[in-house]
């Protein structure tokens, strides 16, 4: 029979009590107070929209141990409160669109098992692993890319170890008070010049360098003068402070490199060396951390730069653009699972891919406070706006916060909330919408990134609001996901400095879970240190890969790397280095929300009590919405099981009619019919492909967990001060 779906609704509140955070696997059984025993298979998703997810599952209701299940159908919609860093999601404001249940003739009956399920379920906190969504999502939306740039950066290529120094510029030399030295002002490394010898230093790696000028030729030095002595003792404490491990100084100081262009350091340890791709007809370079291959075919090499893909027949010649869905066919028969794996992310049409560009629709999710939330804008001078082309707006130019000007209004992003205010400098309170023409902010505009972050729903006490990753820079480009938008930004220099994101001269390379990591040659101090008033802090200048919060972490290097990051099979005899944990995620965190004490998300608990509360469907603004708290998790009166670990056990299926299938022991596919269990083949096709996602999803979900073993604990940043000039 179908069930109505207003009294069902909260039934399939069960549906996504899933088993990650107990270590379970599909299918759930729960057993109710009156004996009775519900199966749920694993869901399969249809559409996310938003932070909307639709979906479906095949259920089956036992009326004790002993009885013969009854297998069914339901269709939800629901809205996901996320936490990307996790890659967890608590479902929330579950709605049943249908719900299907042939063999259940009695509608007395139906209505029982509704009444019980009602008592029980909102006992239970109720999550979902995102890679459950991004492998077996089965409506793929058309995906809307904006025009990028792809000019290549210059390219550089070392045989020796080399850390490439980037400024924005000819150097800008000003004096530092707090420091009462001159330093570099318009590059993210630490450059100062030392009065006692008027000489100019870098610090980065363990080492001390020293040079005649900035742009010309550094060495390391390991006698200091007694100003240098002093912030040297300073750095050294921090470091040995730092909750994480601090990664050991290199045996040989790298060569420094000053770049005041866009540029991309790609270096091998040695010689170049090559390995085969095994299946492939390609080589890749086995002594370097960068991506970088041979065509055997066109004797042609191909590097990966901030996820864009060009070829050159030299290491040291032209490099020019190739698009992802034009590369050789080699490169698509990468085997998942391989050495080199990482870059099917990469390659059009991959499943790797197009998980990539779901994962890029997913948001960060939280609510906010209208009454409590702050945001303080500091100008350098008056307020200074230029015209967004394209748009009837505004953005403000000599600030780091993003202030837009739209119908009257003044509108800033801070750290993922949209705030409003009729005067430039606030007071500012939480918006409750956005300007609709951010939409239309072209990606050469430094605001671009804004039009990723998203206003979901509002009440009387808060907005719930949520970003995507192209906020952070990850952006959606035909067919895969790329870092920045390669247009060049130009900074503000006034009084104060104030850079803005930039694509190039990081290294960026993706990664599946935790989007994208710098070069790990820059995991030792390069970023880290800066100094005030005679104390030692942690250095984060804001404003050169996005939010001022924000810093991608540091990727593995190649000797270090994780192992099995899509394959289906996990190479258990590779001893995974678990103890250089500061090459992934120092200091860092892919949660902004995080950094902020007057917004709620899933991951983060404010005092003792955990509160979960629901987002809305899409980027509107609905009102009056109710909210509704989870419930606790104590004196629970039931509990889901776990099924044995078998994962032969989780190969119940539905169609999107409602039909349900299964494979048995011999891998042949049956349906249920009648109450029984009969072969089947006229739908295999599309059951196939639902049960090669749902392996694809387990193991993407094992080699996520296992990757965590390897990911250090997550200090927070400081927010950066503006560099001033005096």
Not at 450 to 464: F, L, R, S
Not at 668 to 677: E, H, T
Not at 707 to 720: H, N
Request: glycine share 6%; aromatic share 12%.
């Amino acid at each position: 029979m179908t069930l109505p779906p207003i009294k069902f609704h909260l039934f399939l509140l069960l549906l996504f009590t899933t088993y990650i955070v107990r270590g379970q696997h599909w299918p759930q059984e729960i057993t109710l107070s009156n004996k009775a025993i519900i199966t749920i298979y694993q869901p399969q998703p249809e559409k996310l929209q938003g932070n909307t997810l639709s979906s479906r599952a095949a259920v089956a209701y036992k009326e004790n141990q002993q009885a013969e299940p009854n297998f069914g159908a339901m269709w939800i919609d629901a809205q996901l409160l996320t936490n990307k860093d996790t890659r967890m999601a608590t479902m929330e404001s579950i709605t049943i669109k249908q719900a299907k249940f042939p063999g259940i003739k009695d509608e007395a009956k139906a209505n029982e098992l509704i009444q019980l399920l009602e008592k029980e379920i909102p006992q239970w906190e109720l999550e979902i692993h995102l890679d459950e969504i991004v492998s077996t999502l089965e409506d793929k939306e058309k995906y809307e890319t904006d025009q990028l740039n792809t000019a290549p950066p210059e390219v550089i290529y070392r045989e020796t170890p080399s850390i490439l120094v980037t400024l924005d510029g000819d150097p800008i030399i000003e004096k530092d008070e707090d420091l009462n030295l001159n330093r570099v002002v318009n590059t993210p490394f630490f450059i100062i010049q030392n009065p006692d010898d008027q000489y100019y230093y870098i610090y980065g790696g363990g080492y001390w360098y020293q040079g005649k000028s900035v742009k010309g030729k550094w060495k390391a030095v390991s006698k200091l003068s007694p100003t240098l002595q002093a912030l040297d003792k300073e750095i050294k404490k921090q470091e040995a402070e730092q909750e994480e491990e601090v990664p050991p100084k290199a045996d040989t100081p790298p060569e420094i490199i000053i770049v005041t262009q866009p540029t991309e350091l790609i270096q091998s340890d040695g010689k170049a060396q090559f390995a085969s791709v095994e299946g492939s007809g390609l080589l890749y370079m086995s002594n370097t951390n960068n991506d970088i291959f041979m065509d055997i075919n066109t004797q042609e090499y191909f590097v990966i730069l901030s996820g864009r893909w060009y070829r050159s027949k030299t290491l040291n010649g032209q490099w020019t653009y190739v698009p992802a869905d034009q590369l050789p066919e080699a490169f698509a028969n990468i085997p998942e699972g391989s050495e080199k794996d990482n870059v099917l992310a990469n390659v059009a049409g991959t499943d790797a891919a197009n998980e990539a560009l779901l994962d890029a629709q997913i948001p960060q999710t939280a609510k906010v406070e209208r009454s409590s939330t702050e945001c303080n804008v500091t100008y350098d001078g008056s307020p200074k706006f230029e015209r967004i082309e394209g748009t009837n707006m505004q953005v403000a130019v000599n600030t780091s916060s993003t202030v837009l000007q739209a119908n009257g209004q003044y509108y800033c992003v801070e750290n993922g909330v949209w705030f409003v205010s009729p005067q430039p400098t606030g007071p500012w309170e939480v918006s409750t919408e956005r300007p609709s023409e951010v939409e239309r902010i072209p990606a050469d505009n430094p605001a671009y990134n804004v039009k990723y972050v998203y206003i979901y729903d509002v009440t009387p006490t808060y907005v719930y609001t949520g970003y995507t990753p192209g906020y952070l820079g990850t952006y959606v480009f035909g067919p895969t996901v790329v870092y920045g938008t390669g247009f060049y930004y130009h900074p503000w220099h006034r009084r104060y400095y104030y850079p803005r994101p930039c694509t190039w001269g990081f290294g960026m390379h993706y990664n599946p879970w935790y989007g994208w990591s710098m070069s790990f040659h820059y995991s030792r101090g390069w970023f880290n240190y800066s100094y005030y008033g005679g104390h030692a802090h942690h250095h984060r200048p804001g404003g050169w890969w996005g939010p001022p919060v924000y810093r991608p972490p540091y990727r593995p290097p190649y000797h270090g790397r994780y192992y099995g990051r899509y394959g289906r099979s996990y190479n258990r005899n590779v001893q995974v280095n678990v103890n250089r944990n500061y090459y992934i995620n120092n200091n860092h965190s892919n949660n902004l929300y995080s950094y902020r004490k007057d917004v709620r998300t899933r991951d983060v608990r404010r005092g003792s009590t955990r509160t979960i509360s629901r987002p809305a469907t899409t980027p509107s603004r609905t009102r009056n919405r109710t909210v509704r708290p989870a419930t606790s998790t104590r004196n629970r009166t039931t509990r889901p099981t776990t099924a044995p670990q078998n994962r032969s056990r989780n190969n119940v299926y539905t169609d999107k009619s409602g039909k349900v299938y299964r494979r048995d022991q011999k891998g042949n596919w049956q349906s249920r019919q009648s109450g029984q269990w009969k072969s089947s083949s006229s739908q295999t096709p599309k059951v196939e492909r639902g049960a090669y996602q749902r392996s694809r999803s387990q193991t993407r979900v094992q080699n996520y967990n296992r990757t965590r073993t390897s990911t250090p604990s997550r200090t927070r940043t400081r927010s950066s001060q503006p560099v001033r000039r005096r």
